[in-house]
C-alpha cells in the first residue's frame, strides 16, 4: 500500500503545484486513481511484504538451530507461503485485468 500511497502523493502535489498536501487532496487523487492502477499499486505492495517475509525467512535459516529456532523458522516459512499465495492471486488479478484492457478478454 506504501506505492499506491505515494503515487497518490504524487498525483496530488501535481495537481497543488508546490502548495502543502491536504487530506481533500489525497483523496481526490485518491478516486483518479483507475481501478488497474490500484490493482498494480496492490501487487506492488504484496510484493515488498512477500520480500520481506523471504528476508526473515532467510535470516532465520542462517544460524546455529535451537528447537525454539527452527519453530521460528518453520513459522517464517509458513507466513511466507502465505503471502506467496496472495502475490500470485493479485498478479492473476491485476494480469486479467489488463488482458480486458488491451485485448478485451
Known amino acids: 500500500m506504501a506505492k499506491a500511497k ?3 502523493r504524487t498525483r496530488a502535489k ?10 481533500p487532496a489525497l483523496k481526490k487523487a485518491a478516486k483518479s486513481l483507475t481501478p488497474i ?6 501487487y506492488q505492495a504484496a510484493i515488498e511484504e512477500w520480500i520481506a517475509a523471504i528476508k ?6 542462517s544460524v ?3 528447537i525454539a529456532d527452527i519453530d521460528k523458522w518453520e513459522g517464517a516459512h509458513f507466513t511466507e507461503d502465505k503471502i506467496r ?3 500470485q492471486d493479485l498478479k492473476k488479478r491485476y ?11
Do not use: P
Not at 56 to 61: D, F, M, N, S, T
Open 14 to 23: 501535481s495537481s497543488q503545484r508546490g502548495k502543502a498536501i491536504t487530506k
Open 56 to 61: 526473515q525467512e532467510e535470516a532465520l535459516a
Open 85 to 87: 499465495s496472495k502475490v
Open 37 to 42: 492502477d490500484r490493482m498494480q499499486a496492490a
Open 6 to 8: 505515494k503515487l497518490v
Open 95 to 105: 494480469e486479467d485485468a489488463l488482458r480486458e484492457k488491451y485485448f478485451g478478454f
Open 64 to 66: 546455529n538451530h535451537t
